[in-house]
């Protein structure tokens, strides 16, 4: 199976790819790119585990990949969520949040 | 729609792999071409930029070999790859694929020719009968005795009016008639059977109709019969119109009224019958009289079908109510009398008794070969992994992952299993109905049949051993190749050592286990087959070589007793006359037959027996000078002679058995006894002799003179140096002289005779040295593809040997004693295993030991020379291994 990166929790990097692809369809590149601007440059995203990644959620019907042209003219596949990858997307979000909150809990306790 | 869309075409993507491919390498390659353009945005040279792009991105192949296992359909799509290729590396090594499927085959095939023996012997026994499930054989009991008897027509009347959880009963009697074809008679068989047989067996016929409920009963009122389909394209030519047209039967003109389908055989396993007639017309067929109305004769046979959802034990309690109750309405005829249901297999008057433990000591033995057979292809798929771990440890440095070369070995042990599968049924279907090839008892005129089911439930079983085998034989390899140490691996070939290494500890168990259960089958074949021996060149107690027996059925053609008892006197007088013909008499019943002794109470004068037990004893009713011809000699007193007759006083000959029995110390001859309310003198004693086989434990017996006890139906035993053949000429041509409307029975040496009633025997012998051939020949070729791997292996130590001065000698000794260790801890168990087995025998062995010294011998020693040959050519092939080139890495 893919290997994650350090930086990224585990399991994490398909909700992020899922976030980038919210509002606009990009390319894998601009994925990545888009998750390190979003993260202010804290989440780095490995290229050897972002396709990987990006070929599960194809298969799990979350995305939906065709090809198009970038801006400056190149062709490339570009990724777009699918309406079962909103609702994926939703639940991972409010799954996440609950983890996080009791995670800060735990470590905020005296 | 568009769900369906997407899983089209992932499924299109699966076989469409190299666009799928294509697609993803062109976009790492578009994806690797804007980093490139960025950094040269950023201000650096484009060579460097690309290549820091590459950096970047990092592997190409590892990143689309680890996209490629995100898909869902990865293991279809792996799966049909190890397929293909699975598929090619058979091809490649064609010697390899051919040995392991013939041995799966063989292995599979086998096991499932025997299930369906067994499906279609013992548990469905009658093709085109619905609902077998729900059948039972239905007999009866006497209380304080073991022996099962038939049903009353009373009784079973009574019991299909009374009872509640059966669907219905049905009732079937086995007799013979005489069709006489030409100048020769044959003899056909028939049932008597309840009017409702056809319609409770769901057997609709193919012409004609079944029988009505009234032609049941009405004493000979219904002379209508329903022929088998074999008896009408044989006899009748396969006649469209045959339908009302009549046949004699038992001298009683009969209406044809239906032909049964092609499939269906009656309910006698082992016999085909020709003709069924109903039970009104029991008289015509049965010599002993009158019986519908006798509650007290107890002469049929009889079948249940329980109701959905009702246990054997439900029904049973309910029959021994029923039992009871006719027990208080009719106790003159019913005190102690019970029914008794059992499962088809188990019905106990017929064949089956006989076939069911050959056929289960079969299907141990089929189970046995398949084990060899799939420890030989787990030893050939062992041998070639290792051959390949090159080839593997390959893979496995590129990247492969374990489970996945596990998956992809499995899938090779898996086709290879569905070849063998697929040839294994065809094996089987071809030998579904051989039971008949190899059993050797052909009584005249009486077709066996033993037929073999091939259904979909001896299908599933046959795939699921075929599976169950694929799991045991391409795992075990399948694993052991995943813990390939790969830097030791590739390092070199050729270092293992002769004697002793962990991985070949499994190779040489697989071969033990092989030697051990060939060992075993080898063994029992040998036991089966000195038994067979013992018992051929055992001495019945009577002649078997120049002794010729065969019959007039006078029965059938409607003689009566005056009219027979002058037709033999002809006879005899005549066949005496014949050239080469020593003498001539007659016999109620030959020796080794299926006829029944007369059986009667016996009062012997002088003798006080034990504690009010009841006696009784069988008797044979013989001509004058029987002893003489048939060759059991008189110890002392005389035989009969033609003055014991009607008029003259009653005498009988009792054997040395029932003298010593009764009249211990005295002198027998002058005794007298009772039989049937008549005193008779005992005129002689004739020596002990075999009655129905020769596994029967000797038994008080006695003979009366034929002329005293008159039966129409009488066997005619000839002594001659003549040929049967020659002698069944001569028969027919004389019989036919005294009335041109008889034939006589193909007259056979009494040795056929005899024969014939070994067949169980002969039967176990034919289907183990089958199987234990088949079993030596795969554990031979299993020690031959251990021996050439483990020399194949160690060609660096034999190198080292020969470069420090071992000669071929020492080579082949080592080479040799190696596989011959193998084979004797092998046998050694086997050894053991077959001492425990051999036991469970006991039946099928005749004055034989479970443990004969010289079964076990020759198995030892058959099994030695096997693994000789077998560790011989690898062993030479050591010898000639060149240290130079061994030596070299």
Not at chain 2, 313 to 319: F, G, I, K, M, R
């Amino acid at each position: 199976m893919a290997k994650e990166k350090p930086d990224l929790v585990y399991g994490t990097l398909d909700m992020l790819i899922l976030k980038a692809l919210q509002h606009d369809a990009r390319h894998g590149l601009a994925i990545a790119d888009r998750i390190q601007q979003m993260s202010k440059d804290i989440l780095r995203v490995e290229q050897g585990s972002l396709y990987p990644a990006l070929y599960r959620l194809e298969a799990q019907g979350w995305i939906k990949a065709e090809w198009g042209l970038s801006d400056n003219n190149r062709k490339a596949r570009y990724y777009k969520l699918t309406a079962a990858g909103r609702k994926q997307l939703a639940s991972e979000q409010e799954h996440w949040s609950r983890i996080t909150k009791g995670i800060d809990l735990v470590l905020s306790g005296a | 729609m568009p769900r369906l869309r997407a899983w089209f075409s992932r499924l299109v993507g699966l076989f469409s792999k190299n666009r799928y491919n294509a697609e993803m390498a062109e976009e790492m390659r578009q994806h690797v071409d804007l980093l490139t353009e960025r950094k040269i945005a950023d201000g650096m040279s484009p060579t460097d930029a690309r290549n820091a792009a590459l950096r970047e991105f990092g592997g190409v192949e590892q990143i689309k070999e680890a996209a490629r296992e995100q898909r869902i359909w990865r293991w279809a799509d792996e799966f049909v790859q190890d397929v293909r290729f699975g598929a090619r590396m058979l091809w490649r090594s064609p010697g390899f694929s051919i040995l392991a499927i013939l041995c799966l085959t063989l292995g599979i095939g086998t096991s499932a020719a025997v299930m369906s023996w067994i499906e279609g012997i013992l548990i469905r026994p009658y093709p085109l009968v619905a609902h077998q499930d729900r059948m039972v054989a239905l007999f009866g009991t006497k209380q304080g005795t073991t022996e099962k008897e038939g049903l009353s027509y009373p009784d079973f009347r009574d019991l299909q009016k009374n009872s509640t959880l059966f669907e219905s009963f049905i009732v079937d009697r086995i007799m013979g008639t005489t069709l006489s074809i030409g100048d020769r008679a044959e003899r056909a068989s028939g049932g008597i059977v309840s009017a409702n047989y056809f319609d409770v067996l769901g057997v609709r016929p193919m012409l004609g109709r079944g029988f009505r409920p009234e032609e049941g009963e009405g004493r000979n009122a219904h002379p209508v019969t329903v022929i088998s389909y074999l008896t009408w394209r044989d006899r009748y030519k396969g006649d469209p119109d045959i339908v009302g047209k009549t046949q004699f039967l038992n001298g009683v003109q009969h209406t044809i009224i239906g032909v049964t389908p092609e499939k269906f055989h009656g309910t006698f396993i082992g016999y085909s019958f020709n003709f069924w007639v109903p039970t009104s017309m029991q008289e015509t067929f049965d010599s002993t009289g009158y019986k519908l109305e006798d509650r007290g004769a107890r002469w049929i046979e009889g079948y249940a079908f329980l109701k959905p959802g009702v246990t054997r034990q439900q029904a049973q309690a309910e029959l021994n109510t029923i039992a009871q109750r006719l027990e208080n309405d009719f106790p003159e005829t019913n005190r102690g009398h019970r029914f008794e249901i059992l499962p088809l297999s188990k019905t106990p008057f017929n064949a089956v008794a006989n076939l069911s433990s050959t056929l289960g000591i079969t299907a141990a033995v089929a189970f046995f070969v398949l084990l060899i057979a799939c420890a030989n292809v787990s030893n050939l798929l062992l041998a070639r992994s290792l051959l390949r771990r090159h080839e593997m440890t390959m893979r496995l440095a590129l990247g492969a992952g374990r489970r996945r070369l596990i998956k992809q070995l499995f899938t090779e042990g898996l086709l290879l299993s569905l070849i063998a599968a697929a040839g294994g049924i065809v094996v089987a279907y071809w030998c579904r109905n051989a039971l008949v090839l190899v059993a050797p008892a052909r009584t005249p005129g009486i077709t066996i049949d033993y037929p073999g089911h091939l259904d979909w439930r001896v299908l599933a079983l046959s795939v699921v051993v075929c599976i169950g085998s694929t799991m045991l034989f391409a795992l075990v390899p399948a694993i052991q190749a995943s813990h390939v140490d790969l830097s030791g691996a590739l390092k070199s070939e050729g270092s293992g050592m002769i004697g002793g290494s962990g991985r070949s500890r499994l190779r040489s168990v697989l071969v033990f286990v092989q030697v051990a259960l060939s060992f075993v089958l080898i063994a029992g074949t040998g036991l089966v087959l000195r038994s067979l021996v013992r018992m051929q060149n055992a001495d019945p107690g009577f002649s078997t070589r120049s002794v010729v027996v065969s019959s007039v059925d006078l029965f059938s053609a409607g003689y009566k007793p005056d009219r027979a008892k002058i037709f033999y006197e002809q006879l005899l007088e005549r066949i005496r006359a014949l050239p080469g013909v020593q003498s001539a008499t007659l016999a109620r019943l030959r020796p080794f037959s299926y006829g029944v002794y007369s059986s009667a109470p016996l009062e012997i004068e002088g003798y006080q027996p034990p504690r009010n037990e009841q006696l009784a004893g069988d008797y044979n009713e013989v001509g004058e000078g029987y002893f003489a011809t048939i060759g059991i000699p008189i110890v002392t007193g005389r035989e009969f002679a033609r003055t014991d007759d009607e008029n003259a006083p009653p005498v009988a000959v009792v054997n040395e058995m029932m003298a010593t029995k009764y009249w211990p110390g005295k002198e027998p001859v002058g005794q007298r006894l009772k039989v049937k309310d008549k005193w008779m003198e005992v005129v002689g004693v004739a020596k002990n002799a075999n009655y129905r086989t020769k596994l029967e434990q000797s038994t008080p017996f006695f003979y009366v003179p034929v002329r005293q006890n008159f039966f129409v139906q009488d066997n005619i035993i000839i002594r001659t140096e003549q040929s049967a053949a020659a002698i069944s000429n001569a028969l027919a041509r004389e019989v036919h002289a005294l009335d041109a409307n008889l034939a006589p029975l193909d007259a056979i040496s009494l040795q056929e005779q005899v024969d014939v009633m070994s067949y169980t025997q002969r039967l176990a012998v034919a289907l183990l040295a089958i199987f234990g051939g088949m079993a030596l020949f795969l554990a031979a070729i299993g020690l031959y593809a251990v021996m050439s791997y483990l020399v194949s292996q160690s060609t660096r130590e034999l190198g080292m040997r020969v470069a420090l001065g071992a000669g071929a000698r020492d080579i082949l000794q080592l080479v040799l004693s190696r596989g011959l260790r193998l084979t004797i801890a092998g046998i050694a168990i086997g050894g053991i295993t077959a001492l425990l087995l051999t036991r469970l025998m006991g039946n099928l062995l005749y004055k034989v030991s479970p443990r004969d010294p010289i079964a076990f011998g020759l198995a030892l020693i058959i099994l030695l020379a096997v693994a000789l040959l077998a560790c011989f050519l690898p062993a030479r092939r050591a010898t000639r291994v060149d240290p130079v080139q061994a030596l070299r890495v």
